[in-house]
């Protein structure tokens, strides 16, 4: 049983799929697709950059999409029968066009505009992240309650793996979270470079202009399920993935909880399409004895039809 796995934002760099580009017709009118749609050139700032606006969430966002789909598209013959497929954050909505609820299209122009409200989220109430390392779930939801005061909140916002959970809130509050963290014994306890505290509270702003854009949106019935962040349940119609994709911008990303589930449900094979192998790094700490592999690279994708 398989199940395909999409990265999220965090996966972008700089030469991004320009070796797709250059071996594989297809997937170049895939890159060329996008620019057309968005009216930039998008595909230029990922093989050229300069990397501090590949970066920027409105571009990393349809770039990695972009990126994921080419992919797709060339090996979608060759993955045998899918029976599910999950991504991080962004990559719910690359998870959508895989199971084919998503136009590309639609999807490129949704999460453009998700980036943008993002960013703009962050420019309203500026916050930040951190990463946090050697810490179980409990602890960390310790650290937050007791970091959230009068200036500030900080909750989860991702759950990676066992020990690795990334947190989001207000910047005294996220500071104060470093430190508790520290004393609690995380063997790391990182700041991340982000331009806002994704999936918390302070993304609420964004949550009507997704929801407007989504709205104006077809979305079909998947093709196999797809396991929302929100959840880490399966999704099957078009109005229950509509929510969670708006909801999905202030909830914690429960990935661990996701893979879990996807192994429960007799899932012996990963996949995972688009830039780098975050995802499948991930999953090793989850399910070390399930296959996974990571197809992004021209020479992946060939090895993977030949």
Known sequence: MVALLFPGQGSQFVGMGRDLAERFPLARATFEEADATLGLGLSALMWQGPEAELTATRHAQPAILTHSVAVLRLVQHHLGDVSFAAGHSLGEFSAYVAAGSLAFDDALRTVRRRGELMFESGQQRPGTMAALLGLDDAEVERVCREATGPDGVVVPANYNSPAQVVISGDVAAVQRALELARAAGAKRALPLNV???????????????????????????????????????????PAEARRLLVRQLTSPVRWTESMRRLVAAGVDHFLELGPGGVLTGLLRRVARDVPAQTIGTAAEVEALLG
């Open 195 to 237: 331009s806002g505290a994704f999936h918390s509270p302070l993304m609420e702003t964004a949550q009507a202009g997704l929801a407007e854009q989504l709205e104006g949106v077809v979305v079909q019935p998947p093709a196999f399920p797809v396991v929302s962040n929100v959840t880490a349940e399966p999704v099957r119609e």
